[in-house]
């Protein structure tokens, strides 16, 4: 079926140079199917839409064009960049999400994202740190793309960053509580937000938990623990 561009009315009218764009921001639907997703994304009344949307079959939809602005990232921070929409492309996958039973990302799907996104770096000049989740970017409210998404694959094309070479760096000390503060500077310094590097706060197990979620899948447990902490480290310095 085809599908006209720019065809969410959820945009900002005015266009933006091709400098502007510094990030690529992969999202999951997190509704209980396609048509359902492309309905919300297309449609007034939500408010929300995005740039590209990729099914499960691996058919990339272009929504709306790359030099608007679509709203998709909403509240968010990254470094120095408060609300990241004006700086990014938002990437749709057609996932149930977390709500409606997660799915693990077709082959085809992640086929056609790679593409993609190789295209986006090279047109845009996008540094392969730059390709972030929705959750890095708003981890007190989103678990998207959540610990199912391959980055590491991803990042085997320079598109996102890996610690698979950690162990030529030898981090030299065991994680407890002293080390505390130096988790949170390396997590700062590697661009997350929300969080107080000296002060404690609740909310703190949702920012590890999206740490967890992208660069130790397999054990997302919101606490810190030495292979957290190993990461982090080798990934901020």
Not at 80 to 108: A, M, P, R, T
Not at 133 to 139: L, R, V
Not at 156 to 177: A, F, R, T
Request: with cysteine.
């Amino acid at each position: 079926m085809k599908r006209s561009i720019n065809q969410s009315p959820n945009y900002s009218k005015k266009t933006r140079s091709k400098n502007k764009v510094k990030y690529i921001i992969i999202h999951y639907t997190g509704m209980q199917s396609e048509i359902e997703s492309f309905k919300r994304l297309t449609e007034l009344e939500s408010g929300v839409s995005c740039h590209y949307l990729i099914n499960r079959k691996g058919v990339t939809t272009k929504i709306i064009e790359a030099n608007r602005v679509a709203w998709h990232a909403g509240k968010s921070k990254w470094k120095n960049i408060k609300n990241l929409n004006e700086n990014s492309i938002g990437i749709e996958l057609v996932n149930k999400g977390h709500d409606y039973g997660y799915q693990n990302f077709s082959h085809k799907q992640i086929k056609s994202l790679i593409i993609l996104c190789r295209n986006l770096k090279k047109k845009f000049k996008i540094r392969k740190e730059n390709f972030l989740g929705h959750s890095d970017i708003a981890p007190l409210r989103k678990m998207d793309p959540g610990e199912k998404f391959p980055w590491k694959k991803l990042s085997k094309y320079s598109l996102g960053i890996w610690h698979s070479k950690m162990k030529k760096k030898y981090l030299g000390m065991l994680y407890n509580k002293k080390y505390e503060k130096v988790f949170f500077k390396n997590l700062h310094k590697i661009g997350y937000r929300y969080f107080n590097i000296t002060k404690r706060r609740s909310s703190d197990k949702l920012v590890i938990r999206a740490f967890q979620q992208r660069y130790l899948p397999k054990r997302v447990s919101g606490k810190i623990d030495q292979k957290t902490f190993e990461i982090c480290h080798f990934l901020a310095n």
